[in-house]
């Protein structure tokens, strides 16, 4: 069983609120991802990280920024919500190398009023 | 990383089997195709992966065409808890990894 964690499961929040999704694996995973899914959709690739301090941006454009100070925590922050950014987030963590498959956390579903 | 290509949904009969198709035809010789589910909203799960061989586990079985174009994942006998999307993906473990929009797989009672 995979060791990946996504808290809050579920988030409502008011408009121009700061929030910080978290991620935590428990693998010693280098590779950590972060998607984003709307109902029904496609998912789409916000943030990635190698391993520690580093991130890149994915193809979907994303207010959000990320961290990655240790290798277990990939949090995400979105620094002014806005009802644009209701969504599910979603995070995943591999070992890296063609051989290693994508573990995913269960998600948060993030509603912006 | 190849783009793939699956159709947008399928049925199955619970209790036969469920063959998804899945066309990969720009994959290159160092890319594993990867099969993945998502069922409601919750985080996409693993399923089976190869490169060139059929592989088979507790869950599936993998079927890679010799040209490696085309596979196909088949789950033998399938349940009411198989239904979900089921995403194909080409890729060599690089950074960006492209779901695309799956098979939304119904199996029927």
């Known amino acids: 069983e995979a060791d990946i964690y996504q808290t809050p499961r579920y988030l409502v929040i008011g408009t121009g609120k700061k929030i910080t999704l978290e991620c935590s694996q428990t693998?010693?995973?280098?590779?950590m991802y972060w998607y984003q899914q709307d109902p029904g959709m496609e998912l789409h690739l916000i943030h990635y990280s190698y391993g520690v301090n580093s991130t890149e941006k994915g193809d979907l454009s994303s207010e959000s920024t990320v961290s990655r100070i240790r290798t277990e925590h990939f949090p995400l922050t979105l620094e002014s919500a806005r009802p644009s950014h209701t969504s599910q987030y979603l995070c995943?963590?591999?070992?890296?190398?063609?051989?290693?498959?994508?573990?995913f956390g269960n998600g948060t579903r993030l509603t912006v009023t | 990383d190849a783009k793939t290509t699956q159709p947008p949904s399928m049925d199955c009969a619970e209790g036969r089997a469920a063959n998804l198709p899945c066309n990969h035809s720009?994959?290159?010789?160092?890319?594993?195709v990867y099969w993945y589910r998502q069922i409601h909203s919750q985080g996409p799960q693993y399923i089976i992966h190869?490169?060139?061989n059929n592989e088979t586990n507790e869950m599936a079985s993998l079927i890679i065409t010799e040209d490696r174009k085309s596979s196909t994942l088949i789950l033998p006998h399938a349940t009411l808890r198989d239904t979900a999307v089921y995403y194909c993906i080409a890729h060599t473990g690089a950074n960006n990894l492209f779901f695309g929009t799956g098979t939304r797989l119904t199996v029927i009672p």
């Open positions: 190869g490169l060139k």
């Open positions: 693998m010693g995973h280098d590779k």
């Open positions: 720009t994959i290159s010789g160092n890319e594993y």
């Open positions: 995943a963590s591999t070992l890296g190398g063609y051989n290693s498959p994508l573990h």
